[in-house]
Nanobody
Framework: QVQLVESGGGLVQAGGSLRLSCVASGSIFSFDRMRWYRQAPGKERELVAGISSGGTTNYANSVKGRFTISRDNAKNTMYLQMNNLNPEDTAVYYC?????????WGQGTQVTVSS
């Protein structure tokens, strides 16, 4: 059983910054890849960024140059540093962990960016 808990969301003005955290706990037998997704009202969930166990990263084109994904394996924690936020970034952000063939999800944290 794996549990993921996101934190760090909130309300910010356009141009501001937030740092999201995702802490994994429980029985983690493999730690292949972690990802951040987001879902805005009325839209499909989309991939924001991913990071491998070795630190290789990838980003959606919409966030390249503004967001940075990282992980601290000693703390079983993943981060998403979000800079220069705009209203289009408003969404619920979800943490996902791939452990072998299993996908685990957090409950999400709300990010709201005002203009």
């Amino acid at each position: 059983q794996v549990q993921l808990v996101e934190s760090g969301g909130g309300l910010v003005q356009a141009g501001g910054s937030l740092r999201l955290s995702c802490v994994a706990s429980g029985s983690i037998f493999s730690f292949d890849r972690m990802r951040w997704y987001r879902q805005a009202p009325g839209k499909e969930r989309e991939l924001v960024a991913g990071i491998s166990s070795g630190g290789t990263t990838n980003y959606a084109n919409s966030v390249k140059g503004r967001f940075t994904i990282s992980r601290d394996n000693a703390k079983n924690t993943m981060y998403l540093q979000m800079n220069n936020l705009n209203p289009e970034d408003t969404a619920v952000y979800y943490c996902a962990l791939d452990s072998g063939l299993r996908r685990s999800w957090g409950q999400g944290t709300q990010v709201t960016v005002s203009s």
